[in-house]
């Protein structure tokens, strides 16, 4: 009865053992930040930011004046602007932007892009004061509608927040030329 019993603790342990495994999530999926989504108005609160979306345009070159010349960047694809108002919360916050695309392919800030003026990823946000800022993405034409903008603090903080934004519904109006000012 002795071995009969034993047998039956390890049946029952194996069965636990093996729906714990195939229930739990893996580490990569248990390690994210929460996703937090902005309301119909545009604005979406994170735990160390606030940010809201003015709007999107699409560009074929973009413009800008960088210590007293001027420079000029063209891309093969389209380049998509977000227009953005953030305050920090708490304490000065360097944020990162992602496009994520249509068919699910991530996107992230231009670098070529970088030395523009008010670029998000080289913005810093202070606890308090509302800042205007743009994030700049080189996507093609058929990630844009259906897609979303994801903001989140940088250096991909485990746990934090990221605020996703919906897409614009229809397809923005493309300029020729679209010139950033400070």
Known sequence: MNTFGNLMAMLIGGAA???????????????QPFAVFAGED?????????????GFRRADVISFTQFGQEV????????LVVDL????????????????????RQYHQSARLEDAPRVLSSATFQPGLTDRTVAI????????????????????????????????????DKQAILRLEP
Not at 42 to 54: I, V, W
Not at 72 to 79: G, I, L, N, P, V
């Open 17 to 31: 053992l093996g729906t714990m495994m195939s229930t739990v999530p893996d580490y990569n999926s248990s390690f």
């Open 42 to 54: 545009g604005t979406g609160k994170g735990r160390q930011f606030t940010a809201e979306l003015a």
């Open 137 to 172: 993405f080189e996507v093609p034409e058929d990630e844009i509608v259906g897609g979303q903008l994801g903001i989140l603090p940088s250096g991909w903080m485990v746990l934090d927040n990221v605020v996703h934004y919906a897409g614009p519904a229809t397809m923005p």
């Open 72 to 79: 000029s960047r063209d891309t093969s694809a389209t380049f």
């Open 85 to 104: 108002s953030i305050t920090g919360q708490l304490e000065s916050q360097k944020l990162t932007p992602i496009w994520l695309g249509a068919t699910g």
